[in-house]
């Protein structure tokens, strides 16, 4: 079985009966989709806990197409290209408003699966359409943005096309008459700054908070930041005056996931190899030597403390892979670790 230890950032060893790699959307139609069947980019948002018994397919295609008019450029991405190679690339097009997403890992082609977002910008923000293969009708289709139904880390493909669509090419616009968005963060600081300058300093950010999975095996933010209701935030305020949270739509708080973890005592926390990272609580680091079962114990304990000291209920982002397919783990009140 050939192994996927280097096809996920989080880098458990782990095997699959078979990998496809697409490299042309066209090999899409020849494969046995009644086979189980995982798609995977580049693997940073995807963790095998176990071997999986079916096959992987890797998308792999690349090729980025501009074009433009009066208002707008238009830029098609195939899904296989690196999400942010596309925002260095266009940067350097003199195209600007990706900026904000600079150093998300992924391949563009996952990029509306999670509806990726920081710094106060999304994909939907920018996103026109998706191009991919429908594996039920075995045809090439379009969606648009709004029948990609995208929301936060959330889209159609998580719900009724998933294990069906399978995304070849994203089509993203972009307004010529560019306007800074430093709503968040550190670029809150910034002075009428370039494109540019919101760049460096949103590398230089992730890169301090962020490890990178080349020294240190890691999937990333782990977990969603939650939403809770106003009145459940100012409970939690009189509590916690530090509480890290920003305003969201219907009346509701989203709150920072990682303050939470941290807060809660779990920063540093080790099960086996895998660690809480001592800098960055949202992200679970793996140093060796551990297998699946640790990752689950370490995602239990998590939601478990965090929802017994802040009744929240804290979701893993990272798509989490078994021997027969996907899997959510839920806050389990009765046994915090497995």
Known sequence: MPSLQSLHTFSLPSNAEKIIKVTDPNQLTDIDYSIPFVVIGEGSNTLFLDDFVGQVIQIANIGIGISEDEHMYHIKAAAGENWHQLVCYTLNKGIAGFENLALIPGLCGAAPVQNIGAYGVELSDFLVSVEGFDIITGQFNTLTAEQCQLSYRDSIFKHALKQRFIITAIHLAVRKNWQPNCHYGPLQHLQEPTAQQIYDLVVQTRQTKLPDPKQVANAGSFFKNPFITAEHFVRLKTQFPDL???????????????????????????????????????????????????????????????????????????????????????????????
């Not at 708080?253 to 800098?279: F, S, T, Y």
């Not at 990272?318 to 915090?336: C, D, F, K, Y």
Request: proline share 3%; glycine share 10%.
């Open 244 to 338: 890290v949270a920003f305003p969201a739509v219907d009346k509701q708080v989203k709150v920072a996931a990682g303050w939470l973890i941290d807060r809660a005592g779990l920063k540093g926390e080790k099960i086996a190899g895998i660690e809480v990272n001592p800098q960055q609580a949202l992200v679970l680091l793996n140093h060796g030597g551990s297998g699946g079962q640790d990752v689950l114990k370490m995602i239990e304990r998590i939601q478990h403390e965090v929802h017994a000291l802040f009744d929240i209920k804290l979701q893993h982002e990272v798509r989490l892979i078994g021997s027969q397919g996907e899997i959510i783990i839920e806050v389990n009140h009765e046994n915090p670790t497995r």
